[in-house]
C-alpha cells in the first residue's frame, strides 16, 4: 500500500519568497514522513474541496492569532489575523471531522478546531483572572520542555505518551476558551488551567495538542509517537476508503 497522504496546512506564501514552499513546514513535513506518511501542503489559495478528496489524514499546523470575528468575539488581545488561512483551515477541519477523517492539531490547530466546531478562544492568556494561581509562561521562544500539563488517565494522549504529567515546551498566548467545542473534550491542562489537549468524544480519530511535538522529537523521541498515531489512522482511512 501507498504511503497515507496527510495534508499539512500553512499560510500562502508568494512563489517569489520560497523556493521550496515545504521549508515553510519543514519540522512537520519531517515528522509526518517519518512516521510513515506523505506530506502534502495546503495554502489558502488552493481550491479545497478537490484536495480534501486526495489526502488521508489532516494536520492543523502551528501559527498566528485567529480573528476573534470567526468565533464571535470583538479582539482583546488578538494580533493581526490572517483571514484567508483562518477561512481556509476552518473549513478544512469541518470537512475532516465531518467524513471521519483522521486529524492531528497543533498550537494553533487546537485552536482552530474549537472554533471551526463551535468554541471560543481566550485571546491574550496573561489577561485570563487565575485566581490565587498563577499563570505559567507559555510564551518561551525556545524548545524546550517549558511546564508540565497534567493528561487525563485513560485518554488516547496519556496511552500514546504513557505518562500522565509529561513536561511539554510552549509558545503560544492564545488558547482553547471556555466555551468548548460540542464533540471535544479536554484531556490535558496546564496547572494554571491552560487547556493543553482535546480530544474527539467516541473515540473519533481527532487529536489536538497545544505544545509543539514536531520540535521535541530530535531531543525527545517519545513524541513521535503523536505523528506515528496519525499516520497509523491516516493508513486505517485510506484503506477504509479504497484508495489506491
Given at each position: 500500500m501507498k504511503r497515507p497522504v496527510i495534508g499539512i496546512t500553512v499560510k500562502a506564501i508568494p512563489a517569489r519568497e520560497a523556493q521550496d514552499k515545504r521549508d515553510t513546514a519543514r519540522s512537520y513535513v519531517a515528522e509526518v514522513e517519518r512516521a510513515g506518511?506523505?506530506?502534502?501542503?495546503?495554502?489558502?489559495?488552493?481550491?479545497?474541496r478537490s484536495v480534501m478528496k486526495k489526502i488521508d489524514g489532516l494536520l492543523l499546523s502551528g501559527g498566528g492569532d485567529v480573528n476573534p470575528n470567526f468565533f464571535g468575539a470583538r479582539p482583546d488581545g488578538s494580533e493581526p489575523a490572517d483571514n484567508a488561512r483562518d477561512r481556509m483551515e476552518i473549513a478544512a477541519a469541518r470537512m475532516a471531522v465531518r467524513h471521519t477523517m483522521p486529524v492531528l492539531a497543533i498550537c494553533r490547530g487546537i485552536q482552530v478546531l474549537n472554533v471551526a466546531l463551535g468554541g471560543d478562544l481566550i485571546q491574550d492568556i496573561p489577561r485570563v483572572d487565575c485566581g490565587e494561581r498563577k499563570h505559567l509562561n507559555h510564551r518561551d521562544p525556545q524548545n524546550t520542555l517549558s511546564h508540565a500539563i497534567r493528561i487525563e488517565p485513560g485518554s488516547l494522549l496519556a496511552r500514546l505518551l504513557r505518562a500522565q504529567r509529561p513536561k511539554v515546551n510552549s509558545r503560544h498566548h492564545q488558547a482553547v476558551g471556555p466555551r468548548l467545542a460540542k464533540g471535544l473534550l479536554v484531556t490535558a491542562r496546564s496547572t494554571d488551567?491552560?487547556?493543553?489537549?482535546?480530544?474527539?468524544?467516541?473515540?473519533?480519530?481527532?487529536?489536538?495538542?497545544?505544545?509543539?511535538?514536531?520540535?521535541?522529537?530530535?531531543?525527545?523521541?517519545?513524541?513521535g509517537v503523536i505523528f506515528k498515531w496519525l499516520a497509523a489512522q491516516a493508513r486505517r482511512y485510506r484503506r477504509l476508503n479504497d484508495k489506491s
Open positions: 506518511g506523505q506530506a502534502r501542503l495546503i495554502a489558502p489559495n488552493e481550491d479545497l488551567g491552560i487547556i493543553e489537549a482535546v480530544e474527539m468524544n467516541g473515540g473519533r480519530p481527532v487529536l489536538g495538542v497545544q505544545f509543539h511535538p514536531e520540535n521535541l522529537v530530535a531531543k525527545y523521541p517519545r513524541y
